[in-house]
């Protein structure tokens, strides 16, 4: 009698996980993004907001070395998460003996992209008109609303992350002198937190 | 012990039935082939269990056209989610 149960809730269990892509992608893949953001937001500081105070509403044109410093760790930065994420991703379906690509993968990724792209080219619009002070707070907000347009596909863990960088995103745009601190908390410590959360849960 | 026998709901007692709804609470939505894909049954043992599930109303589905086949895509109701989540407890008041 309790076997039967105990075997229920396994199978539960199982076709959760197996049915929904961002389980396997979602706990490790959050922890290294996480990091990987960290030592972003460490190497910004160091080579430009240490020297200039850029953090703030006016307008100011960085200097062509900056420029092209910030989008070069920008693009890095996020490249490197991708890449990890990817990687950490195939393995783990392939232990699972999941696709790689499916429906669902698909489905994540396009709801994913629209909000994440949008925010991308008014960051860059923000960015060449001067207002780099701005972009850490729209990357947060515009980050958050992703994750938000995504958790209807996924867990719903991913809806409580997505409005906590929506919150930390409007945080920082009210507090803009603090906004490199609450950007490295929102994309480095929340990331890592959300992923040993969902690791532990899931396990 | 009888009382919390009889929590269980029996539209979950099946395996299949049971895998549909695990499946469909973590999901927005799936379509006929991904369920099978998931729970590799037949395509007419599927079909009757989705039946019996939408006859409890705890899922519904919609018909759509893709590439002139027609997709049917299958959504677990809010009453459907409720009675899981119900059923879930009952296990595991009973695996106490």
């Known amino acids: 009698m309790k076997e039967k149960y105990l075997n229920d ?48 509403f006016d307008r100011i044109f960085l200097s062509e070395e900056q420029l092209i410093n910030l989008v070069l760790i920008g693009v890095v930065t996020l490249v490197t998460s991708i890449l990890l994420i990817i990687l950490l991703t195939t393995r783990e379906t392939k232990k ?27 960051c860059l619009i923000l960015l060449l008109q001067g207002f780099a002070g701005l972009l850490l707070p729209f990357t947060l907000v515009f980050y958050g609303l992703a ?11 991913m809806l409580s992350l997505g409005l906590i960088e929506c919150f930390l995103g409007l945080l920082a745009l009210v507090l803009i002198e603090y906004s490199l601190i609450i950007w490295s908390v929102g994309f480095g410590l929340v990331n890592i937190i959300y992923g040993f959360v969902v690791k532990t849960k899931y396990k | ?51 019996s599930l939408e006859k409890s109303k705890y899922i519904t589905y919609e018909k759509e056209f893709q590439d002139r086949k027609p997709n049917t895509k299958y959504f677990a109701t809010q009453a459907g989610k409720v009675a899981f989540r119900n059923h879930i407890n009952a296990i595991e008041q009973l695996l106490k």
Not at chain 1, 19 to 24: A, E, L, Q, T, W
């Open chain 1, 9 to 56: 809730i396994k199978e539960i269990k199982e076709m959760m996980n197996k049915s929904s892509r961002f389980v396997s992608l979602s706990g490790p893949s959050g922890i290294v993004a996480g990091i990987i953001a960290l030592i972003g937001a460490f190497a910004a500081h160091q080579l430009i907001f240490k020297e200039t105070t850029i953090l703030g």
């Open chain 2, 1 to 51: 012990m009888k009382e919390l026998l009889n929590k269980l709901d029996k539209a979950f007692e099946n395996r299949v039935r049971l895998g549909i709804m695990s499946a469909l609470v973590v999901n927005d939505h799936l379509d006929f082939n991904a369920l099978k894909d998931l729970l590799g049954v037949t395509d007419g043992n599927l079909a009757s269990h989705l039946k």
């Open chain 1, 96 to 122: 699972r003996n999941q696709p790689i690509w499916d429906q669902q993968t698909k489905r994540i990724l396009i709801n994913l992209a629209i909000p994440l792209f949008t925010g991308g080219f008014i």
């Open chain 1, 147 to 157: 994750l938000v347009n995504v958790s209807k596909y996924t867990l719903h863990e």
